[in-house]
């Protein structure tokens, strides 16, 4: 069963926050509390650049490289009560494909491709991955900083990309999921552009109270048109490289798996034997034994 990430979306930075988007704040991963800047300013608390060289090395402790699949990531279906629309909810009218890329990526190929139909503003795009830790294997980021990397493949977006943490458990000792996350305005261009995202101090949460960055248990982002959209249309997107760096503890993905060795040589044949030698000569026969001496003479004749 698809366990959506719980969002919801409010106007940030330098003013009162606006709830843009109904939410829980914490204990149901189906309800929307993700936060956002929509007004096209700035994020406290995000960065994002090119990727100068798309091959260079990811930053940290890799999470997920799709190296050769989806490495456990959905789209979220939430259905948006507030003022905005998530494209992935089946009554949106439009559907938004996420596939896996084997030709493409950063820093080797392999990656997501969201195609996400827009088609004006405050509409989002979102992946997630829930099967990755969950109950069982709860992250200590504290102190992390959270990357990915993401490329606009077609069409235009003036947007922003929203980086997020699900963390804490609650007194019954279930997942309470708790959101912080930080939006990032998306850059010009069709390079890899990295974003990240301090897990300490997310710009925004869905309960502040609750948010535990000591008590990870999912991890996602959001592609959105904020509320300076309304041109927003139909755009393609790469998504690759999520990572954790400088986190007290963190478990990864391995690398991929290096080469066979090489098929062993075939052995020389071994050389001839020596010819035996020959056998020595037998000892010579016992002389014979003289034949029995003829019979008595016979008596004389008168």
């Not at 020595?280 to 016979?298: I, V």
């Amino acid at each position: 069963m698809i366990k959506p990430i719980s969002f919801a979306l409010a106007l940030a930075l330098g003013s009162a926050a606006g709830l843009l988007g109904a939410g829980c704040f914490g204990g149901n991963p189906n309800q929307n509390s993700q936060l956002a800047n929509t007004d096209g300013s700035s994020s406290a608390g995000g960065s994002s650049g090119n990727v100068s060289d798309a091959a260079a090395p990811i930053t940290g402790t890799p999470l997920a490289t799709f190296n050769t699949n989806l490495s456990g990531f959905i789209l979220n279906m939430y259905k948006d009560s507030g003022s905005q629309l998530d494209l992935g909810d089946p009554a949106s009218g439009v559907t938004p494909m996420m596939t896996y890329d084997a030709t493409d990526g950063s820093p080797s190929p392999g990656s997501i491709q969201v195609v996400a139909p827009f088609f004006g503003a405050n509409q989002y795009v979102d992946i997630q991955n829930t099967s990755q830790f969950g109950l069982s294997n709860i992250q200590n980021w504290s102190g992390g900083t959270l990357h990915v990397r993401v490329r606009l493949v077609s069409g235009t977006f003036t947007g922003g990309v929203q980086l997020y943490v699900d963390s804490g458990v609650n007194s019954a000792g279930a997942l309470a999921y708790s959101f912080g996350g930080t939006f990032t305005n998306f850059g010009k261009g069709s390079e890899w552009q990295e974003f990240v995202m301090s897990v300490d101090s997310p710009m925004s949460f869905g309960a502040q109270s609750t948010y535990d960055p000591t008590k990870v248990s999912a991890y996602g982002l959001q592609l959105n048109t904020g509320s300076a959209g309304a041109n927003a249309a139909s755009a393609t997107f790469e998504i690759d490289s999520f990572s954790i760096s400088g986190a007290a503890s963190a478990t990864g993905v391995g690398g991929a798996s290096g080469a066979s060795g090489g098929a062993a040589g075939a052995g020389a044949g071994g050389a001839s034997g020596a010819a035996g030698a020959g056998g020595s000569s037998g000892a010579a026969g016992a002389a014979g034994t003289g034949g029995a001496g003829g019979g008595m003479p016979g008596s004389s004749q008168p």
